[in-house]
C-alpha cells in the first residue's frame, strides 16, 4: 500500500502541530509521500503565513519598506526549527527571498514560499526527500495546469523514492516563473501526487473529522458523513463546503484513488471517505444539505416558448455576452427562470435585461432578489420515495415558503429556492426530518 498524505495550514502551524504531523506520518509506513501546506494560524486571530507573504510582496511592489514583515515570515519558521529541535537553517533562503522580492519576482512566487520553506522543514524534520514543485508540477503557456505533463514528469521523478515531501500550492511554467493554484490549492497537489505515484489513498490531515451532514454554524453538532461519493461532494462543495478545494477531486478521480479527510488533532476519528461508488448505504436517506444566500432570479416569460426553438439559448446568450455564470435553469411552458449571484449580477442587471429583449423578444421580464438555494444531496434517494415529499412536508411545517424547486435527472440532488429570510429555518427543517428524527 502506497498512501500520499497532505497536511493542511493548522495542522503545521506550529512545532507543537509538526509533531502530531510527524507521529501520525511515522505511525504507518505506508505514508510515503507528504504534502504540506504553508503555516496557517495558531489562534483565531492570528495570521495564515499565505496572508503575510501576499502583504509583504504588496509593500515591495510599491517600493515600500518590507523587511519587517519578511523578518516577521522568518520568525514564524524559526521558533517551528527550534521547537522541533532541528539544525537547519533558512536564512540563506530568506535572502535569496528578499532578493526576488525587490526585483519583483511576482505575487505567485512570492505566495509560493510558504509552503517551499515548510517543504524544506517538513523534509529535514521527516528525514524525507525534498522535491521542489515547480520542477514537477506544470502550467502551459496559458496558465491553466497542465495535467498529462504534470502526471509525466511526476510519476517519473517520484518512481524508485521510497518517500519525498513536496510542498502543495504551486508549480511553474517551462520557463521556471513559478505560479500558484488558488486559495487553498494545496488540496489539489495532494491529489496530483496520489495520481503520479498511482496511490491507494490520498489523506488529507486537516483540522475538522471530515464532512458534515450540515453546516454547524446553522445546526448544533452536526452529524459527520462516513463515506461520500465523488458526485455528491461536487453537488454539496459547490454550494459552498469548505473543507477540500474543490478542483481536488479531479486528479484522483481518473485513477479512482479515494480520498479520506482526517483530523490530524483526533487522529483516531475515522474521518470522511471520498469514493467513486459504494454499496455502503448512508446512514440517512440524505448525505448532506448545503447552500448559499444571494442569489436573484430572472424570470422570462413568453407565450408559446416551449415551441420555439432557439429560445434558451438566446436568453442564455444574454448572460454570457455579459461575463454572467449562471446556477440553475428551472423552466415552464411559457416561462424561464435563471439563477445568478446577486453581487455579480446587480451591476449588469439592466443591460442583460435589454440584451435578452434584443435577441429573445419576451413578453416581460421580472426580477426578485435575496433568494438562497439549498441543495439535498444523496445517493440514497434514488431508491428511496417520498424523499421530495418529506423535504417539502417538512419546510410547509416550518413556515417556509418554496419559490423553486429543481431536481436533476440523476436524483441526486434536489435544489430548492426560499428567501433570504428562510435560509437557516428551511436548513434545520430538512436536518430534523431526515437526521434527528432518525436518531
Ligand atoms: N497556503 C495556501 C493558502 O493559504 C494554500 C493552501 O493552504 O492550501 O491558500
Redesign the pocket.
Same mark, same amino acid.
Given at each position: 500500500m502506497k498512501k500520499v498524505v497532505?497536511f +493542511?495550514?493548522s495542522s503545521l502551524a506550529s512545532a507543537e502541530q509538526f509533531r502530531k504531523a510527524g507521529d501520525i506520518i511515522h505511525s504507518d509506513e505506508e505514508r510515503r509521500f507528504v504534502v504540506p501546506? %504553508?503555516p496557517?494560524k495558531r489562534f483565531s486571530n492570528d495570521s495564515?503565513?499565505?496572508?503575510m507573504l501576499y502583504d509583504c510582496y504588496h509593500l515591495a511592489e510599491q517600493g515600500r519598506n518590507f523587511e519587517r514583515v519578511l523578518g516577521d515570515i522568518a520568525s514564524r519558521y524559526q521558533d517551528i526549527i527550534e521547537g522541533l529541535g532541528l539544525s537547519i537553517s533558512l536564512k540563506e533562503e530568506f535572502a535569496v527571498i528578499e532578493k526576488n522580492f525587490r526585483e519583483k519576482a511576482g505575487e505567485n512566487y512570492a %505566495?509560493s514560499r +510558504?509552503?517551499y520553506l515548510n517543504g524544506i522543514v517538513m523534509a529535514a524534520y521527516l528525514g524525507f526527500e525534498f522535491v521542489d514543485a515547480a520542477e514537477v508540477i506544470r502550467f502551459n503557456d496559458k496558465g491553466d495546469f497542465d495535467s498529462e505533463l504534470t502526471n509525466q514528469m511526476l510519476g517519473g521523478r517520484l518512481s524508485g523514492m521510497e518517500n519525498a515531501v513536496i510542498p +502543495?500550492?504551486y508549480g511553474a511554467y517551462e520557463d521556471g516563473r513559478v505560479k500558484?493554484?488558488?486559495?487553498? +490549492?494545496?488540496?489539489?497537489?495532494g491529489s496530483i501526487v496520489a495520481r503520479a505515484v498511482k496511490a491507494d489513498v490520498y489523506e488529507n490531515w486537516t483540522d475538522v473529522s471530515g464532512f458534515l451532514i450540515a453546516d454547524p454554524k446553522i445546526i448544533e453538532n452536526p452529524q459527520g458523513i462516513e463515506t461520500i461519493t465523488y458526485k455528491e461532494l461536487r453537488e454539496l462543495s459547490y454550494m459552498g463546503a469548505s473543507v477540500l478545494?474543490e478542483d481536488a477531486i479531479f486528479p484522483v478521480r481518473r485513477e479512482g484513488i479515494p480520498i479520506n479527510i482526517r483530523n490530524t488533532n483526533k487522529p483516531e476519528d475515522g474521518g470522511t471517505w471520498i469514493v467513486e461508488s459504494t454499496c455502503q448505504k448512508s446512514r440517512y436517506t440524505i448525505t448532506g444539505i448545503a447552500g448559499k444566500t444571494g442569489f436573484c432570479s430572472v424570470n422570462i416569460e413568453k407565450a408559446m416558448m416551449n415551441s420555439e426553438i432557439g429560445f434558451g439559448r438566446k436568453v442564455l446568450q444574454a448572460f454570457e455576452d455579459s461575463g454572467i455564470s449562471f446556477e440553475h435553469v428551472p423552466s415552464g411552458i411559457d416561462t424561464m427562470t435563471v439563477f445568478v449571484h446577486q453581487d455579480e449580477f446587480m451591476d449588469k442587471e439592466q443591460k442583460v435585461v435589454s440584451a435578452i429583449h434584443r435577441l429573445a423578444d419576451p413578453d416581460g421580464i421580472d426580477i426578485e432578489g435575496d433568494l438562497a438555494l439549498i441543495a439535498v444531496v444523496g445517493r440514497g434517494m434514488k431508491s428511496t420515495r417520498g424523499t421530495a415529499g418529506r423535504i417539502f412536508s417538512a419546510l410547509a411545517h416550518a413556515n417556509v415558503n418554496v419559490k423553486m424547486i429543481d431536481q436533476g435527472s440523476s436524483e441526486l440532488n434536489i435544489i430548492i429556492g426560499v428567501a433570504n429570510e428562510d435560509f437557516e429555518t428551511a436548513i434545520r427543517a430538512i436536518y430534523a426530518i431526515f437526521v434527528i428524527s432518525q436518531l
Open positions: 497532505k +493542511g495550514g501546506s %504553508a496557517g495564515k503565513v499565505t496572508d %505566495a +510558504g509552503e +502543495g500550492f500558484t493554484f488558488s486559495r487553498g +490549492g494545496s488540496d489539489i497537489t478545494h
